[in-house]
C-alpha cells in the first residue's frame, strides 16, 4: 500500500496559481488511480480531479474544468495538481486520495468513499 504527502498549498491572490504535489512511498505506485478532493470549512469534501495509473486520462469536476491541470510522474512516484486563475471560492484543504487498480463504475471515482489511501491534505487560501 502507499502511502501520500500532499505540499505546495499557501495564501495567493484571486487569479493567481499554486502547484500541489502528492508524494507517494511505496513501490507500486503505478497500480493506483490518483484523485485530488478538497474540503472547505462546514462543507462536504469535494471532488476536484481523477488521473489513471498511467496518466493518460484525466476528468475534472465542472467548477475546475479549464482552470486546473491535474497529472503524474510515475518515476518520481508524484501527481501534481496546477490551478491557475484561483477564485476565493477554492479556498479549502486540498486532499491527494489513491484507489488501488480494480474494475470501477465512472462514477465510483468521483466519490471520496472509492479510495482506500488519503494524505494528511495541504490548506490553499485564495483572497479575493
Known amino acids: 500500500q502507499v502511502q501520500l504527502v500532499e505540499s505546495g498549498g499557501g495564501l495567493v491572490q484571486a487569479g493567481g496559481s499554486l502547484r500541489l504535489s502528492c508524494a507517494a512511498s511505496g513501490r507500486t505506485f503505478t497500480r493506483y488511480i490518483v484523485a485530488w478532493f478538497r474540503q472547505a470549512t462546514g462543507k462536504e469534501r469535494e471532488f476536484v480531479a481523477r488521473i489513471s495509473m498511467s496518466g493518460g486520462s484525466t476528468f475534472y469536476a465542472d467548477s475546475v474544468k479549464g482552470r486546473f491541470t491535474i497529472s503524474r510522474d510515475n518515476a518520481k512516484n508524484s501527481v501534481y495538481l496546477q490551478m491557475n486563475s484561483l477564485k476565493p471560492e477554492d479556498t479549502a484543504v486540498y486532499y491527494c486520495?489513491?484507489?488501488?487498480?480494480?474494475?470501477?463504475?465512472?462514477?465510483?471515482?468521483?466519490?471520496?468513499?472509492?479510495?482506500?489511501?488519503w494524505g494528511q491534505g495541504t490548506q490553499v487560501t485564495v483572497s479575493p
Open positions: 486520495a489513491a484507489a488501488e487498480a480494480s474494475t470501477y463504475a465512472l462514477y465510483a471515482l468521483e466519490r471520496a468513499a472509492t479510495y482506500a489511501t
